[in-house]
């Protein structure tokens, strides 16, 4: 079945570092991939998303480009705040197998020091 | 506009009883998913459902598990005989179409003692 695998946390960076989180899915479809955060405290929200390959989703400052040949979808910050500071997750959804199902990685947590 | 909402936020229950979780969905969101999320752990997709009906609720781990839509609007994710495993944080999702972004409630917290 679809499954996520991401970079193991946590991570701790310094304020205006560079971000990385890598993610790889398996998937028999055509899956969407998507990057979801849940700052402390809040509810799981969407941040960015790519339909197919070769896609860039951006929002907020984050960046993450759909590469079906390494089948990856590395999260990516050029600047990072302490405002950043969350849990993040990468998913996939297959409209066309799965009926909009998400499939989840188990999350990666960021922490930004001033 | 209102957003997704759960109700209990916490529920602490003793083993082998019953419990009730509520979703209210984004009026006018046709799909509704429920997920199951452990500590340390990502969600885990329990079922989804597209108005009434359910119609994947492949994700659900055995018959003490159940969830209803009667209306087309609320859920109710129902746990019989409930066991310590079943601690977690259960998650709600709404979507105004399958193909659409899911947004989330803020999950109830089940405690079985």
Redesign the interface.
């Known amino acids: 079945g679809d499954s996520?695998t991401q970079m193991e946390g946590p991570v701790t960076l310094s304020e205006e570092a560079f971000l990385t989180i890598n993610c790889t899915y398996t998937a028999t479809g055509y899956p969407s991939l998507f990057w979801?955060v849940q700052y402390p405290g809040?509810?799981?929200?969407?941040l960015l998303?790519a339909t197919k390959a070769d896609d860039k989703g951006s929002n907020k400052g984050f960046e993450a480009t759909y590469r079906k040949e390494t089948t990856s979808f590395h999260l990516e910050k050029g600047s990072v705040q302490v405002s950043d500071s969350a849990v993040y997750?990468c998913?996939l959804s297959d409209?066309y197998t799965?009926?909009?199902?998400?499939?989840?990685?188990?999350?990666t947590t960021l922490t930004v020091k001033p | 506009g209102a957003?997704?909402s759960q109700t209990p936020s916490n529920k602490v229950t003793e083993k082998g009883k019953y419990v009730e979780l509520r979703c209210d969905p984004i009026s006018g969101h046709t799909?509704l998913?429920w997920?199951r999320q452990s500590l340390?752990?990502?969600?885990?997709?329990l079922i989804?459902f597209?108005g009434t009906g359910a119609?994947?609720d492949s994700?659900l781990p055995n018959d003490r598990f159940f969830a209803v839509r009667p209306e087309g609007s609320v859920s109710t994710l129902k746990i019989q005989r409930t066991e310590r495993g079943d601690s977690a944080v259960y998650?709600c999702?709404s979507?105004l179409r399958?193909?659409d972004?899911?947004?989330?409630?803020?999950?109830t917290r089940l405690t079985v003692l």
């Open positions: 996520v979801y809040e509810g799981l929200q969407l998303k997750f998913a409209m799965n009926a909009g199902k998400s499939t989840f990685g188990d999350g | 957003g997704v799909a998913y997920y340390g752990q990502g969600p885990e997709f989804y597209q119609a994947d994700g998650l999702a979507s399958r193909e972004e899911q947004f989330f409630g803020p999950g």
